[in-house]
């Protein structure tokens, strides 16, 4: 049974810094590998998806890289602003297209 | 981009009724739609599989009978709470996904159920 680990699980850093979020997984049998933004009480939305032939996707300040062989991925967010505060989910996708969650990192971006 | 409407976006009943979640694909055929439930601070977890024109497949610990899951077109889910209770409060997020397998899937805005 696939299992995801998201850490940390909660991160404050000042606006401007560049920081990292990390997602392991334990079935390196994976489609793909997607991140998330999650606002409070919203529904997700999609950042990045990173298909397991690939290394890494990039879009805008964010960079999503894939290691299969070890399990992990990372989300790399640059210059960070107060408007990326958000909680951040990795999913990884096995058979038949189900999303396996992470446990999702609180990010506080602060003035 | 692809989108996914989920109604109502916030429901509050009293303990005993049946609630109807419905989820609909605007501009996409949706062969699978899928059901999570999300509790306060805690991940997505998946509770069912829905393909059109076929029964939903269920995942381990959620009951078939308690959320009832019907798919009858290629664009619209709903998920049905009967007799929902206040341990069945919770966030109820659909998500759909084109004909392609391991296509991304879209996501709704979800559903905040609170029982009284």
């Known amino acids: 049974k696939q299992e995801v680990t998201q850490i940390p699980a909660a991160l404050s850093v000042p606006e401007g810094e560049n920081l990292v979020l990390n997602c392991s997984f334990t079935?390196?049998?994976?489609?793909?590998l997607q991140w998330f933004r999650q606002d409070p009480g919203k529904g997700l939305t999609s950042l990045l998806l990173i298909q397991s032939s690939q290394r890494e996707q990039t879009s805008g300040r964010l960079n999503a890289s894939l290691d299969k062989s070890s399990g992990r991925s990372t989300l790399y967010i640059a210059a960070s602003q107060p408007g990326d505060s958000a909680t951040y989910l990795c999913a990884a996708s096995g058979g038949g297209n189900k999303l396996t969650f992470g446990t999702g990192t609180q990010l506080k971006v602060e003035l | 981009g692809a989108v996914v409407s989920q109604h109502p976006s916030w429901v509050i009943c009293k303990s005993g009724t049946s609630v109807k979640i419905e989820c609909r694909s605007l501009?996409?055929?949706?062969?699978?739609m899928f059901w999570y439930r999300q509790f306060p601070k805690q991940s997505l977890m998946l509770m069912a599989t829905?393909?059109?024109?076929?029964?939903?497949?269920?995942e381990q610990g959620v009951e078939k009978d308690k959320f009832l899951i019907n798919h009858a077109s290629l664009t619209l889910s709903t998920l049905t709470v009967t007799s929902a209770h206040p341990e069945d409060s919770s966030f109820y997020i659909c998500?759909?996904?084109?004909?392609?397998?391991?296509?991304?899937?879209?996501f709704g805005d979800g559903t905040r159920l609170s029982i009284l």
């Open positions: 501009d996409f055929q949706a062969t699978t």
């Open positions: 829905s393909n059109e024109g076929s029964k939903a497949t269920y």
């Open positions: 998500s759909a996904s084109p004909r392609q397998d391991n296509q991304p899937q879209h």
């Open positions: 079935d390196s049998a994976i489609y793909n």
